[in-house]
C-alpha cells in the first residue's frame, strides 16, 4: 500500500478545514468581515462593562437581566419593521449610518460612566438605542454576502462570518473584563466606539448596491417578506428547525445554578458560557466540507439533533466538569453547522428583492429562540433541577426535531445543486 505524502495529507486537510477563497477572491468581503471583527469584539466588550456597570450600581442581578429585555425589543420592532429598507434602500448606507449611530451610541456611554451614579433609564435607554441600529445593521449586512462572493460561495462565506461572530464571544467579554479591572468602564466604552471607525472604514471596499426590489407601502412590503418566510413550507421548516433547537435545547439560564453546584464561582461560569462559543468556532474552522454536500435540508436535521443530543449528554455525563464542558463544546460545533446550512438554504432559495425582508424574520429567529430557551431551562429548572433541566430540553429537542423530520418533506428532500465549474473571482459588484 503506498504511504500517503506531505502533499496528500495536506490536501486532505484542506479538504475539511474552513474554505478562505471568499476572503482571498473578494476584497470586498474580506473587508466587511475585518471590520465586521472588531465592531463585535467592541460591542461584547461594551456589554461586559454594561452588565458590571448596573450590577455596581443595583447589587440586583435582575437588573441586570433587564438588559436582554432592553435589547430583545427594540430588536424585534426594528426587524419587522425595517425590514423591507434592506431591500429597497442601498444596504452600504444602511450599514454606514447604523455604524455611525452605534459608535454614538457608545461614545454616549463613555461621557454617561463619567458620572457617579449615571441614571438607570439612561443606560437601559442607550441599550435599547444601540440594539435597533445593530438590528438594522445586521439586517443589510446579512442580505449583502451573496452580493460579494456569488453564489458558489455562499455556504464558505457564511462560515466565516461564524467564525468571526464565535471569535468575537471568546475574545470580547475577556478583554472588556480585564480592561473593566485595569482601567474603567469609560474607557472601555471609548474602546467600543473606536471600533466603530475601523467597521466604517472597511464599508469603503464595498459597492454601492442598487436596490431590487420594488417600492411600495411598508406594510404591502412587509407581509410580502412574512408571506414568503412563513408561506413556503422548505423556509417555514428552516425556521422552526432553529426555534425547537433553541427553545427546547438551550441551556444559559441554568449555568449559574451549575457553577454554583460545582463551586466554581464566576469565573467558572465564564468558562461554561464559553464552552459552547469555543466549540463552534472550532468547528466553523472545520466546515470546508460543508459547501460540497448537497443534502443540506437532510443535514440540518442531522446537525440539530446532534445539538440536542449533546446538550442531553452535557445533562447526564454533567456530574463532573470536564465532561460537561465537553458536551457543550459539541453541540455549540453542531449548532454552527446547523447555521451554515440554514443560512445557506435561506440565502439561496430567497430572490435578492426579498432577501432583506427574509433576513429580518431569520434576525427574528435567531434572536427570540434563545431568549425563549433561557425562559424555558429556568422553568424546567424549578420542577427538575439545573441538570434535569439541561436533560430534559436535550431530549425535547431531539423529539421536535425528529418529528419535523417526518413532518417536513420539503426540507427532508432539499438538495441543492454544486457547481462544478472552476471558481471565478469576485473583485466586488452584484453578481
Not at 89 to 110: C, E, G, H, P, Y
Not at 276 to 284: N, S, T
Not at 358 to 371: D, E, H, I, K
Amino acid at each position: 500500500m503506498p504511504r500517503r505524502t506531505f502533499s496528500d495529507r495536506r490536501r486532505g486537510l484542506s479538504s475539511i478545514s474552513v474554505d478562505l477563497s471568499p476572503m482571498f477572491e473578494s476584497r470586498p468581503f474580506r473587508s466587511l468581515i475585518m471590520g465586521q471583527i472588531a465592531s463585535l469584539i467592541g460591542t461584547q466588550m461594551r456589554y461586559v462593562a454594561m452588565a458590571w456597570q448596573i450590577f455596581l450600581l443595583t447589587g440586583s442581578s435582575a437588573a441586570v437581566g433587564l438588559l436582554g429585555l432592553a435589547e430583545v425589543i427594540p430588536m424585534v420592532v426594528v426587524s419587522i419593521i425595517a425590514g423591507p429598507m434592506a431591500d429597497i434602500r442601498d444596504r452600504k448606507k444602511i450599514m454606514f449610518w447604523s455604524q455611525a449611530a452605534l459608535m454614538v451610541v457608545s461614545a454616549t456611554l463613555a461621557v454617561v460612566a463619567l458620572a457617579d451614579r449615571p441614571a438607570l433609564w439612561t443606560l437601559y435607554g442607550l441599550t435599547a438605542l444601540g440594539a435597533a441600529f445593530d438590528a438594522l445593521d445586521k439586517l443589510a449586512r446579512n442580505a449583502v454576502i451573496p452580493n460579494l462572493v456569488g453564489p458558489d460561495k455562499i455556504a464558505p462565506a457564511i462560515a466565516l462570518k461564524q467564525i468571526s461572530f464565535q471569535v468575537s464571544l471568546i475574545v470580547g467579554p475577556a478583554l472588556g473584563g480585564l480592561a473593566v479591572a485595569g482601567f474603567s468602564l469609560s474607557v472601555v466604552y471609548a474602546i467600543d466606539a473606536a471600533t466603530f471607525i475601523v467597521a466604517l472604514l472597511s464599508l469603503r471596499a464595498l459597492p454601492a448596491f442598487e436596490p431590487r426590489g420594488e417600492r411600495g407601502p411598508a406594510l404591502t412590503l412587509l407581509r410580502e417578506g412574512l408571506r414568503f418566510s412563513i408561506g413556503r413550507p422548505l423556509i417555514r421548516s428552516v425556521f422552526l428547525v432553529d426555534l425547537t433547537a433553541m427553545i427546547f435545547g438551550m441551556p444559559r439560564a441554568v449555568f449559574p445554578a451549575l457553577a454554583r453546584g460545582f463551586g466554581i464561582g464566576a469565573g467558572g461560569l465564564g468558562v461554561l458560557y464559553s464552552a459552547p462559543a469555543i466549540g463552534a468556532l472550532i468547528g466553523a474552522s472545520l466546515s470546508g466540507w460543508v459547501g460540497r454536500i448537497g443534502r443540506h435540508g437532510a443535514a440540518i436535521f442531522i446537525a440539530a439533533a446532534v445539538w440536542g443530543a449533546s446538550i442531553a449528554a452535557a445533562g447526564i455525563f454533567g456530574m463532573s466538569f470536564v465532561p460537561l464542558l465537553a458536551f457543550l463544546a459539541l453541540a455549540g460545533a453542531a449548532d454552527v453547522f446547523s447555521a451554515v446550512f440554514r443560512g445557506t438554504l435561506v440565502q439561496e432559495a430567497t430572490p435578492d428583492e426579498l432577501r432583506g425582508r427574509v433576513t429580518a424574520v431569520n434576525s427574528l429567529v435567531v434572536t427570540g429562540g434563545p431568549r425563549v430557551g433561557d425562559i424555558e431551562a429556568g422553568f424546567a429548572a424549578s420542577f427538575f433541577g439545573a441538570r434535569g433541566s439541561v436533560i430534559a430540553g436535550g431530549v425535547a429537542c431531539l423529539i421536535g426535531t425528529g418529528a419535523l423530520f417526518f413532518t417536513s418533506p420539503e426540507l427532508r428532500n432539499y438538495a441543492r445543486k454544486i457547481s462544478r465549474q472552476p471558481d471565478h473571482k469576485h473583485d466586488g459588484g452584484e453578481v
